[in-house]
């Protein structure tokens, strides 16, 4: 079995630098958001084998490829998967509580 290769696309690593800072800024504490960075890297890296046994994500109806997505605590990571390329890319990270949001979504699946 082949794995496949993880890709972040600029706009997921922003939002997890993002997520990052305002953890450290509401905990205080810069060891509680490193480990939540760690259990993000983790599970996304848990899809480089069978990326397709998460469900489709909210915001797939929005696009014409399939966007799928991880739970990850009380984030949602939501990915791309590109067959041909055994690539998966990581398109962005929410809060669970937050609605939808297609415009910070590529118009095209990445390449």
């Given at each position: 079995?082949?794995k496949?290769?993880?890709?972040?696309?600029d706009?997921?690593?922003?939002?997890?630098e993002?997520?990052?800072h305002?953890?450290?800024?509401?905990?205080?504490?810069?060891?509680?958001?490193s480990?939540?960075?760690l259990s993000v890297r983790h599970k996304?890296?848990?899809?480089?084998?069978?990326?397709?046994?998460?469900?489709l994500?909210?915001e797939?109806?929005?696009?014409?490829?399939?966007?799928?997505?991880i739970?990850?605590?009380k984030y949602?990571a939501?990915?791309?998967?590109?067959e041909?390329?055994?690539k998966?890319?990581?398109?962005?990270?929410?809060h669970?509580s937050?609605?939808p949001i297609?415009?910070?979504?590529p118009?095209m699946?990445?390449e």
């Amino acid at each position: 079995m082949k794995k496949y290769s993880i890709v972040y696309t600029d706009i997921a690593t922003q939002s997890i630098e993002s997520y990052i800072h305002n953890i450290t800024e509401r905990s205080g504490s810069r060891n509680i958001s490193s480990k939540w960075a760690l259990s993000v890297r983790h599970k996304v890296r848990s899809l480089q084998y069978f990326p397709f046994r998460h469900g489709l994500a909210e915001e797939n109806e929005f696009r014409d490829y399939e966007i799928q997505q991880i739970i990850i605590g009380k984030y949602v990571a939501l990915y791309y998967v590109d067959e041909e390329a055994k690539k998966v890319h990581v398109l962005t990270i929410r809060h669970g509580s937050q609605l939808p949001i297609p415009d910070e979504l590529p118009e095209m699946p990445p390449e």
